[in-house]
């Protein structure tokens, strides 16, 4: 090399030869003895080559030496490119032969090519394969050829650099065929994993560019997808999501240049959902920021996140699916929340073109939460929910980007301000993290909430106040905010809407709430400022505080006590709150209501109740101005959480009264005399009440009212008073432990009087027309259903109604009752030495008053619990700890058990003693349903436990079983130990002897056991079924409520498929009792006691119900099962094994369901029917053979795609559903047919209406059939199976309504009898006569029918339609008329299989 730099001008005079071009291509690449001249070995020896081989390949026979070079290997560097271009351009000069011969060269050294340099030769591969296919001259032999060599290349192993080179010649090669394009992809993304990580956006770039030039433009997109999306975290994460985010940007600029590449991105997770990762969640909001493909990519990355949770939703509690299905939709479930979450959290990392589509990702999510569905899967299983996940993804950019932190106030302003209310409390939850989480951040989007507030009297229902809640916590920060609140407050309580005020008031309390929490937990206070750069700002916010905020908002609560009683309540809710959270703030609160309890309660007379100032006549009615109970119940646990000596506890000095401060001594009397006061006047107001009769408390009033109102004055008094006796019983109650021994008695006597005088208020309410206003009384929490006034609805709801009485109380309550169950206690009570006969009937009717008085009042406040949030103050202090109800509970329900009675010595009067026993048996029910609901609120916490082991050690009134409990003590797990104990013990006696007595509250305890039992594991469930299962057997009743309890306690219980099982033989013995042929019927069944002809209806209602869910479980496999089939088809697999193991198993379990169903349908063709059960049976076999047309038709491969043969289990389901559903089922409308015809004569307008939406379904239902059976008919042809050899098709087809000459003519009712007629008589048309029994048609109709086949592509458009349309049937006659020509046969087609 450097003799040749020093001689340049010496040797490129020099005349060059073929053989030194030669020579010099072969040197270092084989061992020859000829000497190359060095000069040649110059870079500056490369123009005159270049120039010689040009001038060379224009003489007259150039091809022998371009050919001799090619074959010499040409040096594989990077100075070599141009020399093989030129080659290229020379290609066309060399014969057939000798191109072949190029082509062998080059694949020869396929194996030792590593680098991209190195392939450089292979440039000359799609040149000389034009060239062998050249259209003019090419034979079969050339194009042979040219597959076969592509299929050498295809089947070497290839290196990194091979692998890049053959990605960038793949656009070249567009005449090969689909399945070798798809073995280069293959092969390109299984060696990918080897290619350097800085190599791989440029060679994700060259396949994107592939796949616009219409080079499998789906299996590229999907494996790019899998290949980033399968990259787990590694060392060098940082450097990864980099390359992810180029990529990303490849594709969004691919997108845009090729649309069909987005149709592409869209449609691979549209046809597998479960085909989803991080990355494939980045590509999505990559390519949604592409306008056309913003909608699209957002919603279906929504839909793939709810079908995950709707999937893991329906598995988890699925008895049919096995548990490995359950387990793998969990972990779907998880994968789908994991990969949002990761591509979120990696979006900081150089990704800030997709930020638009997250933000707007998130919020469609918020809007997608269902009211009631925010927290429904609790955190126990992993999975977060649509709302938790929204707010985390909205919250990791808020934190992280400054870009996105406006543009998310912004959305969640909007949306506040034009959502409806039940869509809007998800958005200020995302509000209330945001300011909860990241406070000093918010601080500088003040004016947005600002902003909000100005639309405080606008928004809908209780927004406003969930608006405030929300921002509270951005008070303490802000002075400015909190002033800001407070003038927006004032005006709203100036607003005429009873809505805005109430929402008003709850804010103010709030408010002050919020600020004495924070000085409980020795935080600054809301007026404190976080901001403090400098001591003049410190000194001008110290000089501002005067207090707290109670005293500065004294004037808008004394306001308050003007307002509505709505309002009211609020303020009296929120008092008791506040001295909760600050037990110091008591006297002032009590100092603050005295002016306003004087208004009722005056002190220089003889005490009065003031119930005649507590209304106003209003437009013909009373209507409450003051809610007196809720005054006294506000006062009550002030005086009960104040004690009477304060005198230890510090002054706040702090507390200016009406603008002066008192002095310690003056303020301490103060408080004494406020609070002798209060207790005083509550004794009075006891006194008063046990002292007058029920006619003059009712009729204090001496105002004159019109006749009309005087029965609504009473009422009106009456629901006043019977919140106060309430109070009362609740204020003596709690005092009762305070009070000395000798005491006591005497205060348990007025109880039990407070408690007679409210049954007799009760009484009194009762006689008006709404009577059930005395149940609203004590059920004191009302269901938030039973709110009608739409604009009310929403107040209602979050306006916790509290109960007057607490769970201390009601405890108390049960054992006055069981102290005077027991004689000497009675003896004690009553104060006589004998057992007189009216002593005793006196304390028997006491006795009875308070178990039924305190069980009403016990169903009501465990009901009411569930409405209150577990945030509010006052909920630990009325509802405690409500385990300590369960063993009274229990108790009340031993001792109410049917045996001996109550109490001894019960007249023998036969009224008397039925009287007796309907108060009883009230009281059970009463007490076995608060023993449900309380059960029912610990259920899904750590509490049960606990209940059940306090529920086991009361005494039962008969020894226990407890052979039966000793394996279930040897259960290690506690919970599942004390289920099995209580079920054994407690709940299968209990059952056992209600059964006996015919008691409908055997259902109320079946519920209780398939609550309990959904903890625990199968084996246990399986047990518990079949002792139900035994207990259905033998039982022999005639209580509908009864049987149908147990029916379904038996199959809840019993594992799949054994539930199922049970189900079909009840079917079966139904069959016996209520036959089509009257004349075999039974009275009762043999094999199952309990089923008998007073028994029949409920019995199959309950079937019926159990197969409307079976086919909606049907229906939500059949649509995973059409996911998979997508998915195999396409050949869109993550993990094929996986996929195949799933597919197979939720099939065979489909089918299993499927055929159960058909067994169990067959059965009710064979009965005779009700009208109402008719038509269910009718719309459940309209739905079972819409589900059966698209299970058979998910059989059938679309085109291009590989037809497999049905498995046996397919084929046995369709062969049992025409012998035993389909043949049978039309017999059945014949015979309903002709009973409807019997019944319409007698000219009944009730039964000719059921006749006529019966005859809707069965339009319907002949329809459904003949498709699916047209499904049949395809599988069959391409299947060469034929599934329909044991259809009757020449009977099915002769079916049609029968007209009645004598029904009404003309009308209504006419003109849809004759389009009934006509549309079903349409389905006749063209199907003939068909032999059943000829073989040799049958077996030539698989070969000459082309009828249906030609119609395939036809349903192919119209499948989507068909899949969406419900099976109502309501306007099936049209239908039927469209669809004939798609429904009937051919003349090909009229021979039967």
């Given at each position: 090399m450097t003799v040749a730099a020093e001689e340049p001008s010496h040797h490129a005079q020099k005349p060059l030869t073929d053989n030194d071009i030669i020579r010099l291509s072969q040197y270092h690449h084989c061992q020859t003895s000829l000497s190359l001249p060095p000069y040649l070995l110059s870079p500056t020896s490369h123009d005159p080559l270049l120039s010689y081989l040009?001038?060379?390949?224009?003489?007259?026979?150039?091809?022998?030496?371009?050919?001799?070079?090619?074959?010499?290997?040409?040096?594989?560097?990077?100075?070599?490119?141009?020399?093989?271009?030129?080659?290229?351009?020379?290609?066309?000069?060399?014969?057939?032969?000798?191109?072949?011969?190029?082509?062998?060269?080059?694949?020869?050294?396929?194996?030792?090519?590593?680098?991209?340099?190195?392939?450089?030769?292979?440039?000359?591969?799609?040149?000389?394969?034009?060239?062998?296919?050249?259209?003019?001259?090419?034979?079969?032999?050339?194009?042979?050829?040219?597959?076969?060599?592509?299929?050498?290349?295809?089947?070497?192993?290839?290196?990194?650099?091979?692998?890049?080179?053959?990605?960038?010649?793949?656009?070249?090669?567009?005449?090969?065929?689909?399945?070798?394009?798809?073995?280069?992809?293959?092969?390109?993304?299984?060696?990918?994993?080897?290619?350097?990580?800085?190599?791989?956006?440029?060679?994700?770039?060259?396949?994107?560019?592939?796949?616009?030039?219409?080079?499998?433009?789906?299996?590229?997109?999907?494996?790019?997808?899998?290949?980033?999306?399968?990259?787990?975290?590694?060392?060098?994460?940082?450097?990864?999501?980099?390359?992810?985010?180029?990529?990303?940007?490849?594709?969004?600029?691919?997108?845009?240049?090729?649309?069909?590449?987005?149709?592409?991105?869209?449609?691979?997770?549209?046809?597998?959902?479960?085909?989803?990762?991080?990355?494939?969640?980045?590509?999505?909001?990559?390519?949604?920021?592409?306008?056309?493909?913003?909608?699209?990519?957002?919603?279906?990355?929504?839909?793939?996140?709810?079908?995950?949770?709707?999937?893991?939703?329906?598995?988890?509690?699925?008895?049919?699916?096995?548990?490995?299905?359950?387990?793998?939709?969990?972990?779907?479930?998880?994968?789908?929340?994991?990969?949002?979450?990761?591509?979120?959290?990696?979006?900081?990392?150089?990704?800030?073109?997709?930020?638009?589509?997250?933000?707007?990702?998130?919020?469609?999510?918020?809007?997608?939460?269902?009211?009631?569905?925010?927290?429904?899967?609790?955190?126990?299983?992993?999975?977060?929910?649509?709302?938790?996940?929204?707010?985390?993804?909205?919250?990791?950019?808020?934190?992280?980007?400054?870009?996105?932190?406006?543009?998310?106030?912004?959305?969640?302003?909007?949306?506040?301000?034009?959502?409806?209310?039940?869509?809007?409390?998800?958005?200020?939850?995302?509000?209330?993290?945001?300011?909860?989480?990241?406070?000093?951040?918010?601080?500088?989007?003040?004016?947005?909430?600002?902003?909000?507030?100005?639309?405080?009297?606008?928004?809908?229902?209780?927004?406003?106040?969930?608006?405030?809640?929300?921002?509270?916590?951005?008070?303490?920060?802000?002075?400015?905010?909190?002033?800001?609140?407070?003038?927006?407050?004032?005006?709203?309580?100036?607003?005429?809407?009873?809505?805005?005020?109430?929402?008003?008031?709850?804010v103010i309390i709030d408010l002050i709430l919020a600020e004495k929490q924070a000085k409980k937990d020795s935080s600054f206070t809301l007026q404190d400022s976080s901001s403090q750069a400098s001591s003049s700002q410190h000194n001008e916010v110290s000089c501002t505080m005067r207090g707290n905020l109670f005293t500065e908002l004294n004037g808008l609560l004394q306001r308050c006590l003007y307002q509505q009683a709505k309002v009211k309540e609020v303020v009296y809710d929120g008092l008791v709150k506040l001295v909760l959270i600050d037990p110091s703030s008591g006297a002032h609160v009590l100092d603050f209501l005295m002016p306003h309890f004087l208004r009722f309660f005056r002190q220089d007379i003889d005490i009065q109740l003031g119930i005649t100032s507590c209304f106003k006549v209003e437009g013909g009615k009373f209507i409450v101005e003051e809610p007196l109970d809720r005054l006294l119940f506000c006062i009550s646990w002030i005086l009960l959480l104040q004690p009477h000596n304060s005198s230890d506890r510090p002054s706040d000095t702090a507390w200016p009264c009406f603008g002066f401060s008192l002095t310690q001594e003056n303020e301490q009397a103060g408080r004494n005399v406020s609070h002798e006061v209060y207790s005083s006047t509550l004794v009075k107001v006891r006194n008063f009440i046990l002292s007058k009769k029920l006619g003059d408390i009712v009729g204090l009033s001496q105002d004159t009212v019109p006749a009309s109102l005087e029965e609504d004055k009473r009422k009106s008094y009456c629901l006043i008073t019977l919140g106060i006796v309430q109070v009362l019983l609740n204020y003596i109650i709690t005092d009762l432990e305070k009070q000395p021994e000798g005491k006591k008695g005497e205060i348990e006597k007025d109880i039990v009087d407070l408690v007679d005088l409210y049954e007799s208020l009760e009484k009194e309410v009762g006689k008006s027309k709404q009577g059930n206003i005395g149940k609203r009384v004590r059920f004191s929490s009302r269901k938030k259903s039973d709110d009608t006034d739409a604009g009310f609805a929403s107040i209602n709801e979050d306006r916790e109604q509290v109960p007057f009485m607490a769970t201390s109380s009601i405890y108390q309550l049960f054992l006055i009752a069981f102290k005077l169950h027991s004689s000497k206690a009675a003896c004690n009570l009553s104060g006589l030495q004998d057992h007189s006969q009216s002593s005793s009937a006196k304390t028997e009717k006491s006795m009875s008053g308070v178990f039924s008085f305190t069980l009403h009042v016990c169903v009501g406040h465990i009901r009411s619990s569930l409405c209150m949030k577990e945030e509010n103050p006052l909920k630990p202090l009325v509802y405690g700890d409500m385990i300590v109800l369960g063993p009274p509970l229990l108790r009340v329900v031993y001792l109410l058990k049917p045996g001996p009675p109550l109490v001894t010595g019960q007249a023998n009067k036969e009224n008397k003693g039925r009287k007796d026993a309907e108060g009883r048996k009230q009281c059970l029910h009463l007490a076995l349903l608060s023993l449900k609901e309380l059960l029912s609120i610990y259920s899904s916490g750590s509490g049960l436990s606990g209940l059940l082991e306090d529920l086991l050690a009361v005494p039962a009134s008969e020894e226990a079983i407890l052979e039966e409990c000793s394996e279930a003590s040897k259960i290690e797990d506690p919970l599942v130990k004390n289920i099995e104990i209580f079920m054994e013990k407690v709940m299968k006696p209990m059952i056992t002897d209600l059964i006996a007595q015919n008691s409908n509250d055997v259902e109320i305890l079946c519920d209780i056991m398939l609550m309990l039992g959904n903890t625990l594991p199968d084996k246990f469930k399986q047990r518990?079924?079949?002792?139900?299962?035994?207990?259905?057997?033998?039982?022999?009743?005639?209580?509908?409520?009864?049987?149908?309890?147990?029916?379904?306690?038996?199959?809840?219980?019993?594992?799949?498929?054994?539930?199922?099982?049970?189900?079909?033989?009840?079917?079966?013995?139904?069959?016996?009792?209520?036959?089509?042929?009257?004349?075999?019927?039974?009275?009762?069944?043999?094999?199952?006691?309990?089923?008998?002809?007073?028994?029949?209806?409920?019995?199959?209602?309950?079937?019926?119900?159990?197969?409307?869910?079976?086919?909606?479980?049907?229906?939500?496999?059949?649509?995973?099962?059409?996911?998979?089939?997508?998915?195999?088809?396409?050949?869109?697999?993550?993990?094929?094994?996986?996929?195949?193991?799933?597919?197979?198993?939720?099939?065979?379990?489909?089918?299993?369901?499927?055929?159960?169903?058909?067994?169990?349908?067959?059965?009710?063709?064979?009965?005779?029917?009700?009208?109402?059960?008719?038509?269910?049976?009718?719309?459940?076999?309209?739905?079972?053979?819409?589900?059966?047309?698209?299970?058979?038709?998910?059989?059938?491969?679309?085109?291009?795609?590989?037809?497999?043969?049905?498995?046996?289990?397919?084929?046995?389901?369709?062969?049992?559903?025409?012998?035993?559903?389909?043949?049978?089922?039309?017999?059945?409308?014949?015979?309903?047919?002709?009973?409807?015809?019997?019944?319409?004569?007698?000219?009944?307008?009730?039964?000719?209406?059921?006749?006529?939406?019966?005859?809707?379904?069965?339009?319907?239902?002949?329809?459904?059939?003949?498709?699916?059976?047209?499904?049949?008919?395809?599988?069959?042809?391409?299947?060469?199976?034929?599934?329909?050899?044991?259809?009757?098709?020449?009977?099915?087809?002769?079916?049609?309504?029968?007209?009645?000459?004598?029904?009404?003519?003309?009308?209504?009712?006419?003109?849809?009898?004759?389009?009934?007629?006509?549309?079903?008589?349409?389905?006749?048309?063209?199907?003939?006569?068909?032999?059943?029994?000829?073989?040799?048609?049958?077996?030539?109709?698989?070969?000459?029918?082309?009828?249906?086949?030609?119609?395939?592509?036809?349903?192919?458009?119209?499948?989507?339609?068909?899949?969406?349309?419900?099976?109502?049937?309501?306007?099936?006659?049209?239908?039927?008329?469209?669809?004939?020509?798609?429904?009937?046969?051919?003349?090909?087609?009229?021979?039967?299989?």
């Open positions: 040009k001038s060379r390949s224009s003489s007259p026979s150039p091809s022998k030496p371009v050919s001799e070079y090619i074959f010499s290997e040409i040096p594989s560097d990077s100075d070599s490119l141009k020399t093989i271009q030129l080659f290229g351009t020379l290609l066309r000069y060399l014969h057939v032969k000798e191109i072949k011969s190029v082509v062998d060269s080059i694949l020869s050294g396929v194996c030792r090519v590593i680098t991209v340099d190195e392939a450089q030769l292979f440039d000359l591969l799609p040149v000389c394969f034009d060239l062998l296919r050249n259209p003019i001259e090419a034979k079969a032999s050339e194009i042979d050829y040219v597959n076969s060599a592509i299929d050498r290349v295809l089947s070497c192993e290839w290196e990194k650099g091979f692998l890049t080179k053959m990605v960038s010649l793949a656009k070249e090669l567009s005449f090969l065929d689909k399945g070798r394009k798809s073995e280069l992809l293959e092969k390109v993304f299984s060696g990918v994993k080897c290619i350097d990580l800085q190599d791989l956006p440029s060679l994700v770039y060259q396949l994107l560019v592939l796949a616009s030039k219409g080079f499998c433009k789906r299996e590229v997109i999907g494996g790019v997808v899998c290949f980033f999306g399968s990259k787990e975290e590694s060392r060098v994460a940082s450097v990864l999501r980099q390359i992810e985010g180029t990529v990303l940007l490849h594709v969004n600029f691919a997108v845009k240049q090729d649309p069909s590449l987005g149709q592409e991105v869209v449609a691979l997770v549209k046809s597998d959902l479960r085909a989803f990762n991080h990355f494939t969640v980045a590509v999505l909001f990559s390519v949604a920021r592409v306008r056309k493909f913003a909608e699209n990519s957002l919603g279906i990355l929504r839909t793939a996140l709810l079908s995950a949770y709707s999937d893991y939703r329906l598995s988890k509690d699925c008895k049919w699916l096995p548990d490995e299905l359950k387990e793998e939709s969990l972990l779907h479930a998880k994968l789908v929340e994991k990969s949002l979450l990761r591509a979120v959290s990696e979006c900081k990392y150089g990704r800030e073109h997709v930020f638009p589509s997250v933000i707007q990702f998130g919020f469609m999510l918020l809007e997608s939460v269902e009211e009631g569905r925010s927290n429904e899967f609790g955190g126990s299983s992993g999975v977060l929910g649509v709302e938790k996940l929204s707010i985390q993804i909205l919250g990791t950019l808020f934190e992280v980007h400054d870009m996105t932190r406006n543009e998310i106030i912004e959305q969640c302003k909007f949306r506040i301000l034009s959502l409806k209310c039940a869509k809007s409390k998800p958005i200020l939850r995302l509000v209330g993290c945001l300011v909860q989480r990241y406070s000093l951040i918010m601080l500088e989007y003040v004016h947005h909430l600002k902003e909000l507030l100005d639309y405080f009297t606008f928004m809908e229902g209780n927004i406003s106040c969930f608006l405030v809640s929300a921002v509270i916590p951005l008070i303490k920060f802000s002075r400015d905010l909190q002033d800001y609140t407070i003038l927006v407050i004032r005006k709203a309580l100036f607003r005429r809407e009873d809505t805005v005020r109430v929402s008003a008031t709850k518990h079924g079949s002792w139900a299962h035994q207990i259905f057997r033998s039982c022999e009743t005639s209580n509908t409520t009864v049987a149908k309890s147990i029916l379904r306690l038996a199959i809840s219980f019993t594992t799949s498929p054994g539930d199922l099982c049970i189900a079909v033989e009840v079917a079966k013995e139904l069959q016996n009792v209520i036959g089509l042929d009257k004349s075999d019927t039974s009275q009762v069944s043999e094999s199952y006691m309990i089923i008998n002809q007073s028994t029949s209806a409920s019995i199959t209602s309950c079937i019926l119900q159990l197969v409307d869910s079976a086919i909606g479980d049907i229906d939500w496999g059949t649509k995973k099962l059409k996911n998979l089939y997508v998915a195999s088809q396409m050949n869109i697999h993550l993990d094929h094994d996986v996929d195949i193991t799933y597919g197979l198993a939720l099939e065979e379990a489909l089918y299993a369901m499927a055929e159960s169903t058909v067994r169990i349908l067959s059965s009710f063709v064979l009965m005779n029917l009700k009208d109402s059960q008719a038509a269910q049976f009718l719309r459940l076999a309209v739905k079972f053979y819409k589900q059966l047309a698209q299970i058979v038709k998910q059989r059938i491969a679309p085109k291009g795609c590989k037809q497999t043969l049905p498995s046996l289990k397919f084929q046995k389901l369709v062969e049992l559903t025409c012998k035993s559903l389909t043949v049978p089922l039309y017999p059945f409308l014949a015979e309903m047919q002709k009973e409807q015809q019997e019944s319409v004569s007698s000219n009944s307008k009730g039964i000719i209406n059921k006749i006529k939406q019966e005859n809707k379904c069965i339009p319907d239902l002949i329809f459904q059939i003949e498709d699916y059976e047209r499904y049949l008919i395809q599988l069959s042809k391409v299947t060469k199976l034929n599934l329909l050899r044991h259809a009757k098709r020449s009977t099915a087809r002769d079916f049609k309504i029968i007209e009645d000459a004598e029904a009404p003519a003309g009308g209504e009712d006419g003109e849809t009898q004759a389009e009934a007629d006509n549309n079903i008589g349409g389905n006749e048309v063209g199907l003939g006569e068909e032999s059943e029994d000829d073989p040799e048609v049958a077996s030539g109709d698989l070969d000459s029918d082309k009828a249906i086949a030609a119609e395939e592509s036809d349903e192919e458009e119209k499948e989507e339609g068909e899949e969406e349309e419900e099976g109502s049937g309501y306007s099936r006659p049209k239908k039927i008329a469209k669809k004939n020509l798609v429904v009937e046969d051919s003349d090909e087609d009229s021979v039967t299989f």
